[in-house]
């Protein structure tokens, strides 16, 4: 059984970083995207960045590009996704997702495996 651990979320000032982590059990998927959505209360869930190999086939959402760094460790199946200079905007619960398809994509019902999400809460 694939699962998927968040770690990470909490709660910071305007400004400030945090850093999420997403452990993969079950199944590797180094060959395969790994990556995060976010959603906010009352708004739909949005792609964030996803990437196969750290600079391979790697996107973001223009509202994080510069700002979030997502990398990855294949030999400890893990995605982590650096988030700096945070803005109130990005409070949301974050899911890590996972696929089995070849390449990068930023629609949500492409992934098959996603977390239980973890909450980051961004104070101005």
């Known amino acids: 059984q694939v699962q998927l651990v968040e770690s990470g979320g909490g709660l910071v000032q305007a400004g400030g970083s945090l850093r999420l982590s997403c452990a993969a059990s079950?199944?590797?998927?180094?060959?395969?995207?790994m990556g995060w959505f976010r959603q906010a209360p009352g708004k739909e869930r949005e792609f964030v960045a996803a990437?196969?190999?750290?600079?391979?086939?790697?996107r973001y959402a223009d509202s994080v590009k510069g700002r979030f760094t997502i990398s990855r460790d294949n030999a400890k199946n893990t995605v982590y996704l650096q988030m700096n200079s945070l803005k109130p905007e990005d409070t949301a619960v974050y899911y890590c997702?996972?696929?089995?398809?070849?390449?990068?994509?930023?629609?949500?019902?492409?992934?098959?495996?996603w977390g239980q999400g973890t909450q980051v809460t961004v104070s101005s």
């Open positions: 079950g199944r590797t998927f180094s060959s395969y995207p």
């Open positions: 990437t196969i190999r750290s600079g391979v086939d790697t």
């Open positions: 997702v996972a696929s089995t398809r070849v390449a990068v994509t930023i629609t949500s019902n492409t992934y098959n495996y």
